[in-house]
T-cell receptor, first 111, second 115 residues
Framework: GQNIDQPTEMTATEGAIVQINCTYQ??????LFWYQQHAGEAPTFLSY????GLEEKGRFSSFLSRSKGYSYLLLKELQMKDSASYLC????????????FGKGTKLSVKP | DAGVIQSPRHEVTEMGQEVTLRCKPI?????LFWYRQTMMRGLELLIY????????DSGMPEDRFSAKMPNASFSTLKIQPSEPRDSAVYFC?????????????FGPGTRLTVL
């Protein structure tokens, strides 16, 4: 079966750096997404990795290692508004493919 | 531009009643996805459509659930009869031609409570 693992919760301090890890086991791999979801709201797109390496976008960066089935999301200069759940999702399978989400990591940013 | 639109935003019903959730995807998007989110199970894909045709419904929990997409601008998810364990937030999302490898845009969700 398909599986994605993420830590359930993390806490960090405003202004700091935090790394949220994601490991996956899927039958095939077509790409990996990170979504942000604030409490009571819909998920919104943060990043997409299909090749190994680091993708940087402002304060957020995402890393992928396909051989290790591993990704991380790096958040720098944390702000209170970054308190949210971060969902890792993997696209897999042939033809039109499928998408599976991890259960998300709830990040709390404290002053 | 309007994003994905879902209705109703909240629904409270009694066990055994029929529930219909509605979704209008972003104009021009080829794919439409229905998800269910609970604390225990996270975000689960129920079914998705490409150009109004159902592609994968393996996530639909049981025969009580059905989904249709009669045209490119409208989809419904129906639960009949509803049960308390169906209580969850149901999201609709749409994406472009890339399907599962394309960015998905989520609607605001429908919070369903079955008493």
């Amino acid at each position: 079966g398909q599986n994605i693992d993420q830590p359930t919760e993390m806490t960090a301090t405003e202004g700091a750096i935090v790394q949220i890890n994601c490991t996956y086991q899927t039958s095939g791999f077509n790409g990996l997404f990170w979504y942000q979801q604030h409490a009571g709201e819909a998920p919104t797109f943060l990043s997409y990795n299909v090749l190994d390496g680091l993708e940087e976008k402002g304060r957020f960066s995402s890393f992928l290692s396909r051989s290790k089935g591993y990704s991380y999301l790096l958040l720098k200069e944390l702000q209170m508004k970054d308190s949210a759940s971060y969902l890792c999702a993997v696209a897999y399978g042939g033809s039109q493919g499928n998408l599976i989400f991890g259960k998300g990591t709830k990040l709390s940013v404290k002053p | 531009d309007a994003g994905v639109i879902q209705s109703p935003r909240h629904e409270v019903t009694e066990m055994g009643q029929e529930v219909t959730l509605r979704c209008k995807p972003i104009s021009g998007h080829d794919y439409l996805f229905w998800y269910r989110q609970t604390m225990m199970r996270g975000l689960e894909l129920l079914i998705y459509f490409n150009n109004n045709v159902p592609i994968d419904d393996s996530g639909m929990p049981e025969d009580r659930f059905s989904a249709k997409m009669p045209n490119a601008s409208f989809s419904t998810l129906k639960i009949q009869p509803s049960e308390p364990r169906d209580s969850a937030v149901y999201f609709c999302a749409s994406s472009g031609a890339g399907g599962s490898t394309d960015t998905q845009y989520f609607g605001p969700g429908t919070r369903l409570t079955v008493l």
